[in-house]
């Protein structure tokens, strides 16, 4: 498994107006008198465009967090659902660890 190796955290969002329309930014947050790295915006016409700018803004976090959760709760987690699942095991293990693989994966470009 690699690392994230995208902008590092933590992300904020930050509001602005442009052309009579509310533009929500996602940036990096920093001390740094210019702030920090520009990743993005959301338009406000854009339905949930505030709750898709806060969502993005928090992934870092959100990554983070599951890649320390799966470590501490399966640490082989990466085998694999049936040899890491200690809740419930077998097909029918509703305990999430196939979507948190995948979710991980997918932020790290590691699937489409």
Request: negative net charge.
């Amino acid at each position: 498994m690699s690392e994230f190796k995208g902008t590092p955290g933590p992300w904020k969002t930050t509001s602005f107006s442009f052309a009579g329309d509310t533009l929500y930014s996602v940036i990096q947050d920093s001390d740094e008198p210019a702030g920090g790295i520009f990743l993005g915006t959301v338009a406000s016409h854009v339905p949930g465009a505030k709750a898709n700018s806060d969502l993005i803004a928090a992934a870092p976090d959100l990554l983070d967090s599951l890649q320390r959760i799966m470590n501490r709760r399966y640490p082989d987690w990466l085998l694999g659902h049936d040899e890491a699942c200690s809740w419930h095991g077998g097909d029918d293990c509703d305990c999430g660890g196939d979507q948190a693989r995948t979710a991980i994966k997918k932020a790290l470009g590691e699937q489409q």
